[in-house]
């Protein structure tokens, strides 16, 4: 989502709960586009593009905000471009499942323009984490295993030698 980035100049600074934040963001900006550059499960590149608010007149239903279908894509999104008003800016590596508002003010500016990405947790990280944790503990239960077969073997081992003759003493 591309929004204007205007500040209301009569409620500048909003109370929270942590106490005064500025996070007026503006609306949506019709017009700006949206690209995006991925590689796909079998290495091929993908690439599409988009309009936010394509139509802004006329009894239009449009969503507020741009939609892209990635399929399962298994790594991250290469580069996502938004260009406005002929700037452009690029960012790299963004999350697959997440949400990003851009804020392009000042819009001559590009280096300026902020970006908040928004992930949405799943059912993946929830089994990613689960795996690892499985991992750990199972590779912690072959470490204390061995541990103790190496101490149980030592201590056979200082017996057997505690039995032994010292014919050195002769």
Known sequence: MVLTGRN????????GSLGKKKRTYGTNLPGPSIAYRTTTQDGSPRNAIAAQLPQSAYFSLNLPYTTFGLGRTPNFVD???IGVGGKSREWPQIIPNSQMVVI????????RWKAQLFVTPSKLILLSAAALSGTCGLISLIIVSLYWKERREDKIEKLQEAHRFPFDAM
Not at 8 to 15: A, E, F, K, L, V
Not at 104 to 111: A, C, G, M
């Open 104 to 111: 392009p003010n000042p819009i001559s500016k590009p280096y």
């Open 8 to 15: 209301n100049s009569m409620y500048p600074i909003s109370p």
């Open 79 to 81: 580069s996502l471009t």
